[in-house]
């Protein structure tokens, strides 16, 4: 089998990456939010590999691969500090005969 196309690489600055160990630290941070912070912090890692993150992680290949696909063209703080929002259900009230 031919190896993939390599990762890019994905550059943190001290403030990113300090924010993403802060939400590791909480006790508050949501399990998702934990896994995926884990995930752009090994994918800063110039060595790391779609490959072996996973292992380490204990996460499937495709999260990781995913996760660097979305942080390629985004800027991070908008899927950590901005979760998308819940879209309500309709109310289904019949209408009143009058």
Same mark, same amino acid.
Request: glycine content about 6%.
């Given at each position: ?26 006790? /508050?941070?949501? !399990? %998702?939010?934990?896994? #995926? &912070? ?5 994918? &800063? %890692?110039? !060595? &790391? ?6 292992? #380490?992680?204990?996460? /499937?290949? !495709? ?5 660097? !696909? #979305? ?19 309709? /109310?289904?009230?019949?209408?009143? /005969? &009058?």
């Amino acid at each position: 089998m031919t190896p993939g196309p390599k990762p890019f690489a994905l550059v943190l600055s001290k403030t990113e990456r300090e924010v993403l160990v802060g939400l590791l630290r909480r006790r /508050s941070t949501g !399990q %998702d939010v934990a896994v #995926r &912070a884990r995930i752009v912090l090994a994918c &800063a %890692d110039p !060595q &790391a590999t779609n490959t072996a993150i996973p292992k #380490r992680l204990g996460v /499937s290949p !495709q999260s990781v691969v995913t996760w660097r !696909q #979305r942080l390629a063209p985004i800027v991070w703080m908008g899927w950590v500090m901005h979760p998308a929002p819940v879209r309500r259900a309709r /109310s289904r009230m019949m209408p009143s /005969s &009058a």
